[in-house]
């Protein structure tokens, strides 16, 4: 596809040109930062059209930045690494959450990959003919640019074939391409359609039932619930498709797949990722130190799910932690393995992280709510966006139970709290002090990564720091410089010598 169409260039040029935007960084993901500098000179080629001059150095001239290797997730707007920048916007390209963002508006260029829309709608019809259920079709945003068409396919489909029995199809719709902070009149969407006569292949807005899962928002007729569905996915096996099957996990679902114009009805693999989740959650209340992973520094609301994951904790009798780290991976998370489990706190299509390889295992707040929430069950329903967790009723530390509670995985009743409550707070320093101590067995060992006892858990992390190469213990002065290993990777320099020292 050219590339003016797959990137949007003249939608672009015209969402910069009528805001007066004058410093705009491009985000792009890995996968297309080769297009980058071409999608840059297209963008100046029809800004320039627009201002109506040819000037490189005029008064009001649009500067562009590129944006690559964001600090959190891809899909996420880089508000961070565009304020480097001193951006007024923030253009964003590729696969998007459409998470709110906290002050920097957004356009979202979603791409448009090829898909075969007569086959789709093809298989679309036999679905819904054999399926006996309402359908409601979700679908990747890179295939957005193709919804339109496949309805009509699918309304002249059912119009050919003769279909005698009333079919229920609902397509779900893009919330937003655009994003203001300042302003909620740019999250406008239209209303999801319906096709409800097979025979006559009209189509009407029915009102009822508004539901949402993350970049997607659907309408339903009251006397629908999601349950009564079958959800029929356009798209690749991706973190979108995911988020999904978790959430609808009581639906029928199935996956079209674009590129292989097939229908795959195994998804039996996303359903094994719930059961995972709930031995996570078992293993959390388990825990007396929790971690919580800042994710996002640009999400809206992420402040306060922060704030209210330590009031959960603390709620609980445990102890929190707070750590930005970037993107977390098993080496950051392993230089804290005091903490018993860790809460991710980013937008939902990050969330889910596959924790097998690390030391402690990676939650998500809704995950947290239910492990740290004494009494609660899980009756099946999951919660990906942690805005819907804002405001949910936290456990009064007053009204906690002493009474033991039963672990699965220790197989014996344990318990939460002290019951001594006038020495609970002499001893908690303590117990902290002890567990980092045995953890990470920082007595008499030069390698350690602080030197000395820490008298609280405060003070552990505050004075705690990460060692990299090897300098003189004692030194206050910094060396002049510090040499690394030389050579290449399959065979440095110090190793072919002792190898032909050896010979």
Not at 43 to 55: E, G, I, M, P, V
Not at 244 to 273: H, M, P, W
């Amino acid at each position: 596809m050219e590339l003016e169409s797959y990137y949007e260039i003249s939608r672009t040029a015209d969402y910069i040109h009528t805001r007066n935007f004058t410093r705009v960084a491009l985000q792009f993901p890995d996968e297309l930062l080769k297009d980058s500098t071409r999608v840059v000179s297209a963008l100046r080629k029809r800004l320039c059209a627009l201002n109506d001059t040819n000037q490189s150095d005029g008064e009001n001239k649009v500067r562009l930045f590129i944006m690559a290797d964001t600090t959190y997730g891809s899909c996420c707007v880089d508000e961070v690494g565009a304020a480097h920048a001193n951006a007024d916007c923030v253009i964003h390209y590729g696969h998007t959450c459409l998470s709110p963002t906290t002050t920097l508006p957004a356009f979202f260029v979603f791409g448009k990959d090829p898909i075969d829309v007569s086959t789709c709608a093809k298989t679309l019809s036999h679905y819904s003919s054999s399926n006996g259920k309402p359908v409601l079709v979700l679908f990747g945003l890179e295939y957005a640019h193709s919804m339109d068409d496949i309805r009509q396919a699918l309304l002249d489909s059912f119009q050919t074939s003769g279909l005698t029995s009333e079919l229920e199809v609902h397509f779900a719709d893009v919330k937003c391409s655009s994003l203001d902070p300042s302003s909620h009149n740019e999250n406008v969407a239209r209303g999801g359609e319906q096709v409800t006569n097979a025979e006559s292949g009209s189509s009407e807005n029915i009102a009822g039932t508004r539901h949402h899962i993350g970049s997607l928002f659907w309408d339903l007729p009251r006397e629908r619930r999601m349950e009564d569905c079958s959800i029929f996915w356009i798209g690749s096996e991706s973190s979108a498709f995911a988020n999904v099957v978790l959430t609808f996990n009581g639906c029928e679902i199935v996956r079209y797949d674009a590129k292989e114009s097939c229908l795959v009805t195994d998804v039996s693999q996303q359903r094994r990722i719930l059961k995972r989740r709930y031995y996570l959650v078992e293993k959390a209340k388990d825990a007396a130190i929790v971690g919580i992973l800042v994710g996002t520094l640009g999400l809206a609301g992420y402040l306060h799910i922060i704030h209210q994951m330590k009031e959960l904790i603390t709620g609980a009798g445990k102890k929190a932690y707070t750590l930005v780290m970037g993107r977390p991976n098993p080496a950051k998370l392993a230089n804290f393995p005091e903490c018993g489990v860790f809460i991710y706190v980013s937008c939902a299509q990050t969330a889910l992280m596959d924790s097998k390889e690390y030391l402690a295992p990676v939650i998500t707040p809704f995950e947290a709510t239910l492990a740290f929430t004494r009494g609660s069950q899980w009756t099946g329903a999951y919660v990906m966006e942690f805005q819907d967790l804002i405001n949910f009723p936290i456990p009064n530390e007053g009204n906690r139970s002493d009474e033991a509670r039963y672990s699965f995985l220790q197989g014996r009743y344990v318990e939460d709290y002290d019951s001594q409550e006038n020495v609970e707070e002499e001893n908690e320093a303590c117990a902290l002090v002890s567990a980092t101590e045995k953890a990470l067995q920082i007595r008499d060992n030069r390698n350690s990564l602080i030197e000395g006892t820490a008298r609280s858990g405060a003070e552990f992390f505050a004075a705690r720091s990460f060692q990299g190469l090897d300098i003189q213990n004692g030194s206050s002065q910094p060396e002049p410089y510090l040499i690394g290993r030389s050579g290449r990777a399959s065979g440095y320099q110090d190793e072919k010598n002792s190898q032909e020292e050896k010979v």
